[in-house]
């Protein structure tokens, strides 16, 4: 059964670091696109950041831009995103969502399969 799972969330002071991790398990995760949500209290989801199957096209939505750094690692099936200079408005449910691909590139649409999120607090 195809899954992901991801874990690294939790309360972090402002300008703090967080590394959160997306691991798949029962498909091979370099067919894949891979992308990162988030959805804080009230708001819609949002697409923070995305890598394509090889990890060669990266992309971020603004607010997290020059802060936040998306990688993957095929060979272990996991896919990073780095978080630093925490806001508190980076505070939300992060999940990571995996796009069956044959291309290099990567999009915020159109997800095969869905993790169940991590818990990020950005507060002091």
């Not at 969330?9 to 402002?14: I, Y």
């Not at 998306?70 to 099936?77: P, Q, T």
């Amino acid at each position: 059964q195809a899954q992901l799972a991801e874990s690294g969330g939790g309360l972090v002071q402002p300008g703090g670091s967080l590394r959160l991790s997306c691991a798949a398990s029962g498909f091979t995760l370099a067919n894949y696109a891979i992308v990162w949500f988030r959805q804080a209290p009230g708001k819609e989801r949002e697409g923070v950041s995305c890598i394509s199957r090889r990890g060669g096209t990266t992309n971020y939505a603004d607010s997290v831009k020059g802060r936040f750094t998306i990688s993957r690692d095929n060979a272990k099936n996991t896919v990073y995103l780095e978080m630093n200079t925490l806001k508190p408005e980076d505070t939300a449910v992060y999940f990571c969502a995996a796009d069956f691909t044959l291309g290099s590139s990567c999009q915020y649409r159109g997800m095969d399969y869905w993790g169940k999120g991590t818990l990020v607090t950005v507060s002091s």
